[in-house]
């Protein structure tokens, strides 16, 4: 089967908001009295805002009711969307603008997979979204990463099927998600932390269309 699409996790893929990420759980953490480190942060990556909440307050023993929860999600959120509020094509992580770029001239197609519900704002914010034939996020799915939903909802979007479309992903939820999906998985990151991607790179830059192809077809 061809390349004919490719499906794009956000966070840690096409912008660094990590740390941003980690910067806001870390102070909510503290209010808590829970003990958070930004090697906790790594297992949240690719899990959805409730999901990377209920791993902290299990972290910390502590049951909360679901108002207080909604309380401490808009709160960890309203600082993070400060934090990345100042997010310009500066941010874009090395070689996702081009690779995107490439595959748009290839008339190979784009889409974005991510659990975030701020995915449009950063993608907007850095200036992506024209390049974008479908964006699917954390507004649009009731099952968050390993669960391959976003991905397939991305594929069904774009009337592809999983087989045909490669998806990056810099979380193992998300690889899990795109190899449950059925789709050819790059992971972006470690190697060790990605095992069950069909290829590991570190950053997306020097990828080519016809790596891509290359690496389907073997
Ligand atoms: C994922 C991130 O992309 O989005 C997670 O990897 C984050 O760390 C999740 O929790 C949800 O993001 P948001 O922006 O909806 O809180
Ligand atoms: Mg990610």
Known sequence: MGLKACLFDMDGVIVDSAVHHFVAWK????ELSISFT?????ALKGLSRVDSL???LR???????EKTKVKLMDQKNAWYLDLIQGMREE?????AKELIESLVAEGIRVGLGSSSRNAQLILD????????????????ITLSKPDPEVF??????LGIDPREIVVFEDAASGVKAAKTGGF??????????????DKVVPDLSGLTVDRLRTWMSA
Do not use: Y
């Not at 102070?27 to 503290?30: G, I, K, N, P, T």
């Not at 972290?59 to 009711?65: N, P, R, T």
């Not at 200036?127 to 964006?135: E, M």
């Open 125 to 140: 914010n850095v200036g992506l979204t024209p390049l974008f034939d479908t964006v699917v996020d954390g507004n649009h």
């Open 91 to 95: 941010d874009i992580l090395p070689g």
């Open 152 to 157: 397939l909802k991305g594929a069904a979007a």
């Open 184 to 197: 050819f998985a790059v992971g972006v990151g470690e190697e060790e932390q990605l095992s069950e991607a």
């Open 54 to 56: 209920d791993h902290i």
């Open 59 to 65: 972290m910390g023993h502590l049951h909360l009711d």
């Open 27 to 30: 102070r909510l953490a503290d």
């Open 38 to 42: 930004e090697e906790d942060n790594h």
